[in-house]
T-cell receptor, first 114, second 114 residues
Framework: GQQVMQIPQYQHVQEGEDFTTYCNSSTTLSNIQWYKQRPGGHPVFLIQLVKSGEVKKQKRLTFQFGEAKKNSSLHITATQTTDVGTYFCAGVAWVKTSYDKVIFGPGTSLSVIP | DTEVTQTPKHLVMGMTNKKSLKCEQHMGHRAMYWYKQKAKKPPELMFVYSYEKLSINESVPSRFSPECPNSSLLNLHLHALQPEDSALYLC?????????????FGEGSRLTVL
């Protein structure tokens, strides 16, 4: 079945350093989504990438979707303590019933040391 | 209104109890989801309802029984659960089952099975 992998599992950075998490799918995706979950909270949608090679920016966050639509990355420039949380990529693929299926990667837990 | 509301927030039950988790959204979304999340793990898809019909059941044990009474409500009936079923149960909705966009998550129901 479809699998979504994500590395690293944990990342500890000094405030102001950059951070990147990588996501890889075993199958071609129709699109990929990114979510952030703060400790004790629920996942919150950040962005969706649809096109091959797409790059989107949200302030200090840069998201990329690979040319083969099987991998993606999230890069945070100059991390802040508010960036603490777990970042999940979620691969969206068609299933035979013609409905989308959203499968979450294992997540990268980011700690920011002030 | 862009909220998904889940009740109760916390639930403790014995293995012989019957209880229900409830989820409500008023965004006109036609896809609703149940996810299970264990500590330090990603959300794991359980069920998908599309236009109030069950479209995906991820081989969930029959002690979990979903129900979608109308387009705004989603229930998860619990019966004879095991301690390993203790987890955060997240409800989510999205606009369309055929073209999954952003998943809107509720805050979750934290279930403890004694």
């Amino acid at each position: 079945g479809q699998q979504v992998m994500q590395i690293p599992q944990y990342q500890h950075v000094q405030e102001g350093e950059d951070f990147t998490t990588y996501c890889n799918s075993s199958t071609t995706l129709s699109n990929i989504q990114w979510y952030k979950q703060r400790p004790g909270g629920h996942p919150v949608f950040l962005i969706q990438l649809v096109k091959s090679g797409e790059v989107k920016k949200q302030k200090r966050l840069t998201f990329q979707f690979g040319e083969a639509k099987k991998n993606s990355s999230l890069h945070i420039t100059a991390t802040q303590t508010t960036d603490v949380g777990t970042y999940f990529c979620a691969g969206v693929a068609w299933v035979k019933t013609s409905y989308d299926k959203v499968i979450f990667g294992p997540g990268t837990s980011l700690s920011v040391i002030p | 209104d862009t909220e998904v509301t889940q009740t109760p927030k916390h639930l403790v039950m014995g293995m012989t109890n019957k209880k229900s988790l409830k989820c409500e959204q008023h965004m006109g979304h036609r896809a609703m989801y149940w996810y299970k999340q264990k500590a330090k793990k990603p959300p794991e898809l359980m069920f998908v309802y599309s236009y109030e019909k069950l479209s995906i059941n991820e081989s969930v044990p029959s002690r979990f029984s979903p129900e979608c009474p109308n387009s705004s409500l989603l229930n998860l009936h619990l019966h004879a659960l095991q301690p390993e079923d203790s987890a955060l149960y997240l409800c989510a909705s999205s606009q369309s089952p055929e073209n999954t966009g952003e998943l809107f998550f509720g805050e979750g129901s934290r279930l403890t099975v004694l």
